[in-house]
């Protein structure tokens, strides 16, 4: 029944929206761990330059993820859209807020050689890394778990509905992913000591990390109450995401930096694939009553608008992934801690080393 469903527009898009938040939480995931980590694993000025310059020349082009996502989601389901937004408004605020601060000060960091100014704009790219990536965490929990909802679709409840226990600890959830997602990425782009301290950095937060995706999933099975064909399905991924989050842990502690990178961004999309098929075909849960939970087809738009995104959909999304496939490329060099004599700018020197 579960396939039957999917074989539809709503499903598709619905699917589709899975993809988009998948790749966003992979590409953004990192750019968060880099940037909640920087003070820690750059131990001086020239450190913190490679630190920061392994997400510069790409972190903006991540966000645009969030962007599509979030027109995706208005353009697919625009009252799924407009209930998640009017009931998580502060919510959704924080975390823009937080982006405006960690973009303007990746910019800003490097305008002034004072310490006091920079350890200040660092500290700002520090929270607002570390804001966003627990949000997220939050939202995503509570659209599994349920808010109050109306019948009428209207969120009913407060900010402290959007902050219980099971919300709190999707947003820790998330958090210790990206971190551990950020410092795998940070020993495939950098050498020397930085990347050993990287490499220790992920060490420590395997554990945690695996640990908190166990724990919420089973948090999500017991809640749920049912056994069938999806929450299968949703274990199955959940446990690949576990394994995955080990396997990149063990191919870091070997140096081998490109798969263990590529290990936890499938741990990140496994971990996104099984939230999304325990949700479908509801797009946001009620804990009011299951009758109000509102599905992929009680809030989806006309068949005509779905048809025409989906052709729009397939021509362009392979040229914008083909266009940051490049990007990437591009910057794929390695930094070192090395300041680059007589600059100010955030990077730091480049050896086309890699690994």
Known sequence: MLATTFISLQGFWFALLGVLWAG????????????????????????RKAVIGTIEPVWDGNEVWLIVAGGATFAAFPSWYATLFSGYYIVFFLILLGLIFRGVAIEYRARREE???RSAWEIAILLGSAVPAFLWGVVFANVIHGVPISSSGEFTGGL??????????????????????GA??????????VRERAKLAATLLALPALSLVIVIFNRSAAASGAVDGKWIAAAVLAGIAGLLLALSLGLARRDRDGFAFA??????CSTVASFFVGLYPSVLVSSTSAANNLTAFSTSSS???????TIVALIFTPVVLVYQGWTYWVF??????????GTTGSGGTSSRSSG
Do not use: C
């Open 24 to 47: 966003f939480f992979v590409l953004e995931g990192f750019d968060f761990g880099v940037g909640m980590l920087m003070r820690f694993i750059g131990r001086d000025d020239g450190e």
């Open 115 to 117: 310490q006091r100014w």
């Open 160 to 181: 402290l509905d959007l902050f219980g226990g099971y919300a709190i600890l999707g947003g820790f959830v998330s958090l210790t992913l990206f971190a551990f997602h």
């Open 184 to 193: 795998v990425f940070l020993t495939l782009r950098t050498k020397g000591k």
């Open 263 to 268: 290990a936890t961004a499938l741990a990140v």
């Open 303 to 309: 068949h005509h608008t779905l048809w025409v995104m």
């Open 332 to 341: 794929r060099a390695r930094l070192r801690g090395d300041p680059l004599p």
